[in-house]
């Protein structure tokens, strides 16, 4: 049997493929309670936290997903672009940086995605 924390992180993917945000958060909550670490669930609740218009709140997920897991490349790129739309361009080309020692072509593709 699978632990909680992974149940409740299955919950909030189906509830976020059927389009219910709000379930989805409350899912991944639920698997960040029971596992305050689990990088899975805090990069997918930063993702409805983005899609919900609260770019703040998904920032501190992805910072903790980063500090947890420094090479996670797709938490470093949605962290610059949640940086570039917030204004913060400065941390936004810090993750480029970053992203520049993981993973090169994502670093270019992360440049070219910021509007000029």
């Not at 493929?17 to 596992?35: N, P, T, V």
């Not at 669930?41 to 992805?62: M, T, W």
């Not at 420094?70 to 938490?75: D, G, M, Q, R, S």
Request: glycine share 4%; aromatic share 10%; proline share 5%.
């Amino acid at each position: 049997m699978k632990p909680q924390h992974v149940l409740y992180l299955s919950l909030g993917a189906a509830d976020e493929k059927l389009g219910k945000l709000e379930d989805a958060a409350k899912a991944y909550q639920e698997s960040i309670r029971i596992k305050p670490t689990f990088t899975y669930a805090l990069y997918n609740l930063a993702v409805i936290d983005s899609k919900q218009d609260r770019p703040q709140e998904a920032i501190e997920l992805l910072r903790k997903v980063v500090e947890l897991e420094p090479k996670n490349i797709f938490a470093q790129h949605a962290l610059g672009m949640l940086y570039f739309r917030t204004g913060e361009k400065t941390g936004a080309m810090q993750q480029y940086y970053i992203l520049q020692t993981l993973n090169p072509k994502l670093a270019e593709d992360f440049l070219r995605s910021i509007p000029k």
